[in-house]
């Protein structure tokens, strides 16, 4: 491998301008210089994420104390994972559409997946449905606000070929959800966190109150934001 591997060297070339620096993306510069060592590809780690989040969102399901706690921690793993598998392809300059598509469908479609499950898991836990529609605000709020950080992403980019202009519009759009996660944490390292402690009290499925009511709100504000204000008459 042409680029010499160091932690130094993994910061410089995967910090980028407006990342939400967070504890698990942190620690993934760490856990990539074994696995860059070790030659692993972006696709395999991609594709470990996936089944470890799918895997805890079946442990959810089940609403039980002691697998409430495995799945955090296996979710917590899978988040990790998916930090990685950004850090080894940009250090290897290695890109694949297949590989990004594969990251986004997870996002967009994984995450709600194992948003409803933890809400499933609640009604178990409690006998009381208000955690499915809980669940299921939360999901929604999450869908909406990511379909219109794309809409927003792909607006801004129209008639835009050059790469630098493409990178000053990722960098500024994510300087953007840097502040508002500042005031309202609601990236989704903050959901897992979240999860991680409450699990222990066997209380996981209160977390979604609080995002519930934070996902619907920042989709409401981008909306009400970029139609007042961004958006050109």
């Known amino acids: 491998?042409?680029?010499?591997?160091?932690?130094?060297?993994?910061k410089e070339i995967c910090i980028r301008p407006g990342y939400?620096?967070?504890?698990?993306?942190?620690?993934?510069?760490?856990?990539t210089i074994p696995l860059l060592y070790l030659k692993i590809r972006p696709t395999q780690v991609t594709v470990a994420s996936i089944i470890l989040g799918f895997l805890a969102a079946i442990l959810f399901f089940q609403?039980?104390?002691?697998?409430?706690?495995?799945?955090?921690?296996?979710?917590?793993?899978?988040?990790?994972?998916?930090?990685?598998?950004?850090?080894?392809?940009?250090?290897?300059?290695?890109?694949?559409?297949?590989?990004?598509?594969?990251?986004?469908?997870?996002?967009?479609?994984?995450?709600?997946?194992?948003?409803s499950m933890i809400g499933l898991g609640g009604y178990k836990i409690t006998g009381d449905w208000i955690w499915i529609l809980v669940g299921a605000l939360a999901t929604y709020g999450f869908l909406v606000r990511e379909a219109?950080?794309?809409?927003?992403?792909?607006?801004?980019?129209?008639?835009?070929?050059?790469?630098?202009?493409?990178?000053?519009?990722?960098?500024?759009?994510?300087?953007k959800s840097l502040i508002i996660n500042k005031i309202f944490p609601s990236h989704y390292d903050h959901f897992c966190y979240g999860i991680l402690v409450f699990s222990w009290f066997n209380k996981?499925?209160?977390?979604?109150?609080?995002?519930?009511?934070?996902?619907?709100?920042?989709?409401?504000?981008?909306?009400?934001?970029?139609?007042?204000?961004?958006?050109k008459k």
């Open 148 to 175: 219109l950080t794309q809409l927003i992403y792909v607006k801004e980019l129209k008639g835009k070929k050059d790469a630098k202009n493409i990178l000053a519009i990722g960098a500024t759009i994510s300087k």
């Open 1 to 10: 491998m042409s680029e010499e591997i160091s932690l130094k060297k993994i």
């Open 20 to 31: 939400h620096l967070c504890w698990f993306r942190k620690l993934s510069f760490y856990v």
């Open 63 to 115: 609403g039980t104390y002691l697998l409430s706690i495995i799945a955090a921690i296996v979710l917590c793993i899978s988040t990790l994972l998916d930090h990685i598998d950004g850090n080894i392809a940009r250090f290897q300059k290695v890109t694949s559409d297949k590989d990004y598509f594969l990251d986004e469908t997870y996002n967009i479609y994984g995450v709600p997946i194992i948003i």
């Open 204 to 231: 996981t499925y209160l977390v979604l109150l609080y995002f519930a009511i934070v996902y619907n709100l920042l989709w409401i504000g981008k909306v009400a934001y970029n139609y007042l204000f961004a958006l």
